[in-house]
RNA sequence: GGCGGGGUAGCAAAAUGGUUAUGCCGCGGAUUGCAAAUCCGUUUACGCCGGUUCGAUUCCGGCCUCCGCCUCCA
């Protein structure tokens, strides 16, 4: 049985689909105007793996994630480095894609852009129009009137009494209400050409929140399974999300809400406005991008990561315990048996909320068992059941030793030709008993970081 | 102020009312020409104070403390 943490509950319920068999899922995408960081990687690979394990235990899943292309903090950027908005967007969807690819995500089944759903926008507010929802501001903002839907606050579970409205932030004098938020925003003189579109409502473009709203309906309905993001989007977004959605169909929006906890640094959310932010593509010129995954796996989704070099290093070593034990151990390639024990503990481990550091420690185990029976059917056994296990979070699927001798962030000087050189050099001072030279060798080698393992007349090498 | 999540061994991170988490690091042994890898063994735990219980890190109450959301944000 599949348990999940459903942040509308606030409690780990049954899953139970709305098809049987079948998994309609909605995340929360990026927005395109810079380079991911590794905040973002913790989200795509989070719902990665929940979409694997959903397909693996048996669901057709429809997975859709969005890409936010309009918004004022593009609109900004754009105009800063007097470009397009197009050619922003795309620059950065490329990269994104490019750092998504590096880190094992496999693509979800849609990945709509909100600048292709404008229609489907609209029709939801005239919708909520419609329904008296929704109101058109002296400013020509278009508003959503949050006093006129009940079930508000329902998901973050604010109560409005108690929070003192415009403490933190000015109210806007064109809101009816302070908790009011814009559906639609009218066109302004300095904007460019390219993000005005036309509309009942006076030229403009979409508020954030409606994206989501349409982007899910068109592809999954209007009612659907799971709705995914990071934590911090539980407030406003999606309780914006809601109150848009159910108010404009009249029936409940999303069965289970799913948030993802923060990538800290020093125990400090990581953010634009600290300058602790680390990019993707920035980290990757120093860790393996399977590291970066096996540390984001390592931790159960909900809780927060404390992300820093040394502790990416740990998980580096970690990661290069599972793969000498494939190196060692040459895997056969098994279909998993759901009963054996240490598997059936995984999927226990995995059905109940996606807890991958029980199902990461399961591994290795597996890579213990599979050390202890090496050279026998057993541990070739062991170690297929090691790898099979690991593809379904997406981990130890390359050849052990590209990932061993990978030369990431590496100096360059020793390339693999001449460590091989070395080697032989070495083989041929121990053939003579020359251990002295032998040894110096190994130690010039070990300086550069290039670790040597002789085992059965063979040397092999790694990185370390 | 409102709402929410934490405090576990040197570091990271889980589960659990009584039984080894797991990984990295450390220490001892086996193995090795010496190493590396591996195996065996092993040292460091559950924020504080009460309560329930035969027994609590695990449940309940209080306290201390850290963090997040309440504003764009994964």
Redesign the pocket.
């Known amino acids: 049985m599949l348990t999940l943490h459903n942040s509308l509950a606030?409690e780990k319920q049954e899953f139970k689909p709305i098809t049987p068999g079948h998994v309609n899922m909605y995340v929360?995408?990026?927005?395109v105007y810079d380079y991911c960081?590794?905040?973002?990687?913790?989200?795509?690979v989070v719902f990665d793996v929940i979409a694997r394990w959903l397909r693996e235990s048996g669901f057709h899943v429809n997975y859709v994630r969005n890409i936010?292309d309009i918004?004022?903090?593009i609109i900004k950027r754009a105009v800063d480095n007097g470009e397009s908005i197009q050619s922003l967007t795309s620059r950065f969807i490329d990269a994104m894609n490019e750092d998504f690819a590096a880190l094992g995500i496999i693509r979800p089944d849609h990945e709509p852009r909100a600048t292709d759903h404008v229609g489907g926008m609209q029709a939801i507010i005239s919708k909520l129009f419609d329904k008296g929802l929704a109101y058109h501001a002296p400013n020509g903002d278009v508003y959503y009137s949050v006093k006129d839907f009940d079930g508000y606050g329902k998901l973050?579970?604010?109560?409005f009494d108690?929070?003192?409205?415009g403490?933190?932030?000015e109210v806007d004098p064109n809101k009816r209400d302070?908790?009011d938020?814009v559906l639609w925003k009218a066109a302004k003189e300095d904007e460019p050409s390219d993000v005005k579109w036309d509309s009942p409502w006076g030229k403009g473009r979409p508020g954030?929140?409606i994206e989501c709203s349409a982007m899910s309906c068109h592809h999954l309905g209007e009612h659907f399974d799971i709705h995914?993001?990071?934590?911090?989007?539980?407030?406003?977004?999606h309780e914006n999300e809601i109150a848009q959605s159910e108010g404009a169909h009249g029936t409940q929006y999303v069965n289970y809400w799913l948030?993802?906890?923060?990538?800290?640094v020093d125990?400090?959310?990581?953010?634009?406005?600290?300058g602790n932010?680390f990019i993707i593509r920035e980290v990757l010129q120093k860790f393996d991008a399977e590291v970066l995954r096996f540390?984001i796996l390592?931790?159960?989704?909900?809780?927060?990561?404390?992300y820093?070099d040394?502790?990416l290093?740990?998980?580096k070593?970690?990661?290069?315990?599972l793969y000498?034990?494939l190196?060692?151990v040459a895997p056969v390639e098994v279909a998993i048996d759901w009963n054996e024990p240490l598997a059936a503990r995984f999927k226990a481990?995995m059905d109940?909320?996606f807890?991958t550091?029980?199902a990461?420690?399961?591994?290795?185990?597996l890579?213990?068992?599979?050390?202890?029976h090496?050279g026998t059917e057993l541990g070739a056994q062991k170690a297929g059941l090691l790898k099979a296990l690991a593809g379904v979070l997406g981990l130890l699927q390359r050849d052990p030793q590209s990932f061993l001798q990978a030369d990431v962030g590496a100096e360059g000087e020793w390339t693999s030709d001449k460590i091989e050189a070395a080697i032989v050099a070495?083989r041929e001072a121990?053939a003579a008993?020359n251990?002295?030279e032998?040894?110096r060798i190994?130690d010039e080698l070990?300086a550069a970081g290039i670790?040597?393992?002789?085992?059965a007349g063979e040397?092999t090498w790694?990185r370390?």
Request: glycine share 6%; hydrophobic share 35%; with cysteine.
């Open positions: 606030r929360c995408g990026m927005t960081h590794i905040g973002h990687a913790r989200m795509v936010t918004d004022d903090k973050s579970r604010k109560d108690e929070q003192r409205a403490e933190r932030v302070p908790r938020f954030w929140h995914g993001g990071g934590e911090d989007l539980q407030f406003p977004h948030h993802n906890g923060f990538i800290n125990n400090e959310k990581m953010s634009k406005s600290l932010f540390f390592r931790a159960h989704y909900r809780s927060p990561l404390n820093s040394v502790h290093n740990d998980a070593n970690a990661l290069t315990r000498t034990a190196k060692t481990a109940d909320d807890a550091a029980e990461v420690a399961v591994l290795f185990e890579a213990a068992e599979a050390n202890k090496a070495r121990r008993k251990w002295a032998g040894d190994r070990a670790v040597l393992e002789d085992k040397t790694r370390s």
